[in-house]
C-alpha cells in the first residue's frame, strides 16, 4: 500500500499535471467532492488501476460479487441486472482518459455499455460516471 504522501502526489499529477500549491489541491478538491458527495457511492482513480483485470478486480469487489463470479463481462451484467441493490448506488471514476488508455477504448465502451445496459432492465443497477478532470491555468 502506498503511504499518502505518495497517493497525494499521484492525485496531484493526474489532475493537474504538475506541482501544484496546496492550497490549489485543496480547493480544487473541495469543490470536487462537494460537487459528487451525495452522488457517488465508491470513488476509484485510474492511477491505482493497471489493466482490465486489475479494474475487474476492483469493481467485484466494490459490487461485492458471489465466489462463483465469472470476471468477464457477461457475468457482470448478470450481477448487474439480478441483484437487488436496496439504494442508487453509483461508481464514480476519476481519471477517464488514463482509464481509457489501460483499458483501451473498445473495452473501455465495453465497460460503460454494460452498466448502460443494464440500468434498462434493472433501474437499480449501480451505475458508472466519470469525475471532471480539470487543469489549472497559472
Request: aromatic share 16%.
Amino acid at each position: 500500500m502506498k503511504n499518502i504522501n505518495e497517493s497525494i502526489d499521484l492525485y496531484k499529477n493526474l489532475c493537474f499535471g504538475e506541482s501544484v500549491s496546496w492550497s490549489t489541491l485543496f480547493f480544487y478538491t473541495l469543490n470536487v467532492l462537494n460537487s459528487w458527495a451525495f452522488s457517488c457511492s465508491e470513488l476509484i482513480f485510474s492511477y491505482e488501476i493497471t489493466d482490465e483485470s486489475d479494474w475487474h478486480q476492483k469493481v467485484a469487489a466494490i459490487l461485492e460479487v458471489p465466489e462463483y463470479y465469472g470476471y468477464n463481462l457477461d457475468a457482470l451484467y448478470d450481477i448487474l441486472v439480478t441483484t437487488e441493490y436496496p439504494y442508487e448506488f453509483t461508481i464514480c471514476v476519476l481519471g477517464k482518459e488514463d482509464l481509457i488508455s489501460k483499458l483501451g477504448p473498445e473495452r473501455f465502451s465495453l465497460w460503460v455499455a454494460t452498466f448502460d445496459d443494464a440500468l434498462k432492465v434493472n433501474p437499480r443497477a449501480p451505475r458508472l460516471t466519470f469525475l471532471p478532470e480539470h487543469r489549472l491555468l497559472r
